[in-house]
C-alpha cells in the first residue's frame, strides 16, 4: 500500500494492479449502492435507519442524508436473518467470484473513522486515524482531498490496497477538537461494557451515535461540555473465566438463548444479558445449586432493572424457568445488591436501543444547556421515566414546530 516507486517495470506493475482492484472496487460499489435502495433490501435498510437515527428523525430525512448510514448498513447492522446487507448480497447470483470475495472481505475488514489527510499522490492518500493516529494508505476513487482535510468514510480492503468506502465526506474545518472529545467519551461509555474494545470496535459499534454528534458540532454546540457520566464497569471482560464451572457456561448459553427469543430485531440484548450473568457469577461465585433459579434471577434483573419493563413478574419468569418465584426473588436481590444495578445501566444495555439515546440525548442538551432542558434543575438526578417523558414532550413539540 505503499505510494514508493522502485523503478520504471515495478510502477508498472502497480498501476496495472492498482488499476484492477479500483475497477474491481467501483463496481462493486455501484453494485452494493443499488442493492441498499432496492426492493429487496428495503426491510433490512428501514429497520437500519430506524435504529440509525433518533427515534422518528428516519422518517424526515433529507433525500440524500440516508447515506450517511450506507457503509454501517451495508457492513454492521445485522438485518433480519441475522446476516449484514453485503453478506446478503454476497450470497446472491448477480455477482462474480472475485466480487463475491471482496465483499466478504469488506465486510470482515472495513475500517470505519475520520482520517486525516497527509499526503497525496496520484490516486492515494496518506491518512492517519482520529484520534488513535493509526496510519493508512487509500485508493480515493476520484475524491477529491487535499493535505489537511479530514476524511469521513469507511476504508474498504481490496487486495492489497484500501478504497473509500460506500460515502466519503469532508469535515467541516475546526471540528476535530470537538470531534475527538466526542469520541473519547463514547470509549468510555463503551469500556464499561467491553474493557478491552478497540478503536475499530467503537466506530463500528457507535457509528450512529458518532453521526448525531456531528450534528451537534455543526449547530456550533461545544461538545466538551459533555462528559460521561459516573459509572461502574463490568466484571466480565469477554473471554472464557479459567476455572469457571461447567454450569456456569450452561447458564450463559440459556441466558443468550431466552434473552434472543424476547428481543426486537438487532437489540443485541443477549450480549447484555449474558454479561450480567458472568458478573453476577464473578462477584457471587455460586456454587451448583439449581441453575435454572439463577437463569431466571438474570432474566428478571435484566428485564426490569435494567431495561425497566415494568410488567415482568417474579412469577412469570418463575413459571418459564420452572422454579418457584420466591427462588427468582432472592437470587435476583443478590444480583441486584453485589452488581449496584441501575435502570438503563450503560454496562448492560446497548448503546443503540432506542431508550439508551433517548437517554443519552437528554443527557447532552442538558450539558449543553440547551432549550427546555436548560430550565431542569439537575436533568441527571431525574428518574429515567421522567427523562424519557421529557424527551418525548421535546420530539413532539419539535415535529409540531416543523409542520
Same mark, same amino acid.
Given at each position: 500500500?505503499?505510494?514508493?516507486?522502485?523503478?520504471?517495470?515495478?510502477?508498472?506493475?502497480?498501476?496495472? !494492479?492498482?488499476?484492477?482492484?479500483?475497477?474491481?472496487?467501483?463496481?462493486?460499489?455501484?453494485?452494493?449502492?443499488?442493492?441498499?435502495?432496492?426492493?429487496e433490501a428495503a426491510?433490512?435498510?428501514?429497520?437500519?435507519?430506524?435504529?440509525?437515527?433518533?427515534?422518528?428523525?428516519?422518517?424526515?430525512?433529507?433525500?440524500?442524508?440516508?447515506?450517511?448510514?450506507?457503509?454501517?448498513?451495508?457492513?454492521?447492522?445485522?438485518? *433480519?436473518?441475522?446476516?449484514?446487507?453485503?453478506?446478503?448480497? !454476497?450470497?446472491?447470483?448477480?455477482?462474480?467470484?472475485?466480487?463475491?470475495?471482496?465483499?466478504?472481505?469488506?465486510?470482515?475488514?472495513?475500517?470505519?473513522?475520520?482520517?486525516?489527510?497527509?499526503?497525496?499522490?496520484?490516486?492515494?492518500?496518506?491518512?492517519?486515524?482520529?484520534?488513535?493516529?493509526?496510519?493508512?494508505?487509500?485508493?480515493?476513487?476520484?475524491?477529491?482531498?487535499?493535505?489537511?482535510?479530514?476524511?469521513?468514510?469507511?476504508?474498504?480492503?481490496? /487486495?492489497?490496497?484500501?478504497?473509500?468506502?460506500?460515502?466519503? !465526506?469532508?469535515?467541516?474545518?475546526?471540528?476535530?477538537?470537538?470531534?475527538?472529545? !466526542?469520541?473519547?467519551? /463514547?470509549?468510555?461509555?463503551?469500556?464499561?461494557?467491553? *474493557?478491552?474494545?478497540?478503536?475499530?470496535?467503537?466506530?463500528?459499534?457507535?457509528?450512529?451515535?458518532?453521526?448525531?454528534?456531528?450534528?451537534?458540532?455543526?449547530?456550533?454546540?461545544?461538545?466538551?461540555?459533555?462528559?460521561? *457520566?459516573?459509572?461502574?464497569?463490568?466484571?466480565?471482560?469477554?473471554?472464557?473465566?479459567?476455572?469457571?464451572?461447567?454450569?456456569?457456561?450452561?447458564?450463559?448459553?440459556?441466558?443468550?438463548?431466552?434473552?434472543?427469543?424476547?428481543?426486537?430485531?438487532?437489540?443485541?440484548?443477549?450480549?447484555?444479558?449474558?454479561?450480567?450473568?458472568?458478573?453476577?457469577?464473578?462477584?457471587?461465585?455460586?456454587?451448583?445449586?439449581?441453575?435454572?433459579?439463577?437463569?431466571?434471577?438474570?432474566?428478571?434483573?435484566?428485564?426490569?432493572?435494567?431495561?425497566?419493563?415494568?410488567?415482568?413478574?417474579?412469577?412469570?419468569?418463575?413459571?418459564?424457568?420452572?422454579?418457584?418465584?420466591?427462588?427468582?426473588?432472592?437470587?435476583?436481590?443478590?444480583?441486584?445488591?453485589?452488581?449496584?444495578?441501575? *435502570?438503563?445501566?450503560?454496562?448492560?444495555?446497548?448503546?443503540?436501543?432506542a431508550d439508551v439515546?433517548?437517554?443519552? /440525548?437528554?443527557?447532552?442538551?442538558?450539558?449543553?444547556?440547551?432549550?427546555?432542558?436548560?430550565?431542569?434543575?439537575?436533568?441527571?438526578?431525574?428518574?429515567?421515566?421522567t427523562q424519557l417523558?421529557?424527551?418525548?414532550?421535546?420530539?413532539?413539540?419539535?415535529?409540531?414546530?416543523?409542520?
Amino acid at each position: 500500500m505503499s505510494t514508493d516507486q522502485r523503478g520504471s517495470s515495478h510502477g508498472k506493475v502497480c498501476s496495472l !494492479a492498482s488499476a484492477r482492484a479500483d475497477r474491481l472496487a467501483r463496481s462493486l460499489r455501484s453494485k452494493l449502492r443499488d442493492y441498499l435502495q432496492s426492493d429487496e433490501a428495503a426491510e433490512g435498510v428501514g429497520l437500519g435507519l430506524a435504529r440509525f437515527f433518533p427515534e422518528g428523525l428516519h422518517e424526515e430525512l433529507e433525500p440524500d442524508t440516508w447515506r450517511l448510514a450506507a457503509d454501517w448498513l451495508a457492513f454492521e447492522f445485522m438485518a *433480519p436473518l441475522w446476516n449484514n446487507l453485503a453478506l446478503q448480497m !454476497a450470497g446472491g447470483p448477480s455477482l462474480s467470484p472475485a466480487e463475491r470475495a471482496a465483499l466478504v472481505a469488506w465486510t470482515e475488514g472495513a475500517v470505519p473513522g475520520f482520517f486525516r489527510v497527509e499526503e497525496v499522490a496520484r490516486r492515494e492518500a496518506r491518512l492517519t486515524r482520529l484520534p488513535d493516529q493509526l496510519p493508512f494508505v487509500a485508493r480515493t476513487l476520484g475524491a477529491a482531498v487535499r493535505p489537511g482535510n479530514v476524511v469521513m468514510t469507511w476504508l474498504l480492503p481490496t /487486495e492489497s490496497v484500501f478504497h473509500f468506502g460506500l460515502h466519503a !465526506a469532508l469535515l467541516a474545518d475546526g471540528l476535530a477538537g470537538g470531534l475527538c472529545h !466526542a469520541l473519547a467519551v /463514547e470509549m468510555a461509555l463503551l469500556g464499561r461494557q467491553r *474493557p478491552q474494545a478497540t478503536w475499530n470496535d467503537l466506530y463500528r459499534t457507535a457509528w450512529p451515535r458518532i453521526m448525531w454528534y456531528l450534528f451537534l458540532l455543526g449547530s456550533g454546540a461545544d461538545v466538551t461540555r459533555i462528559q460521561a *457520566p459516573p459509572g461502574l464497569s463490568v466484571l466480565w471482560d469477554g473471554q472464557p473465566v479459567e476455572g469457571a464451572p461447567d454450569w456456569w457456561r450452561e447458564v450463559a448459553s440459556w441466558v443468550r438463548t431466552c434473552s434472543d427469543m424476547d428481543a426486537r430485531i438487532a437489540e443485541n440484548r443477549s450480549d447484555g444479558a449474558e454479561r450480567l450473568w458472568w458478573d453476577a457469577a464473578l462477584a457471587l461465585r455460586p456454587r451448583k445449586a439449581n441453575p435454572q433459579s439463577w437463569l431466571a434471577a438474570v432474566l428478571y434483573v435484566f428485564r426490569r432493572y435494567v431495561l425497566g419493563d415494568g410488567t415482568v413478574t417474579q412469577a412469570d419468569v418463575a413459571a418459564a424457568c420452572g422454579v418457584p418465584a420466591s427462588a427468582v426473588g432472592r437470587r435476583s436481590r443478590q444480583i441486584v445488591k453485589a452488581l449496584g444495578v441501575q *435502570p438503563f445501566d450503560l454496562r448492560y444495555v446497548d448503546l443503540l436501543d432506542a431508550d439508551v439515546r433517548a437517554l443519552w /440525548e437528554i443527557h447532552c442538551l442538558s450539558a449543553l444547556g440547551s432549550g427546555l432542558v436548560r430550565d431542569l434543575v439537575d436533568a441527571s438526578a431525574l428518574s429515567p421515566e421522567t427523562q424519557l417523558a421529557i424527551h418525548r414532550m421535546l420530539r413532539d413539540m419539535a415535529r409540531r414546530l416543523r409542520d
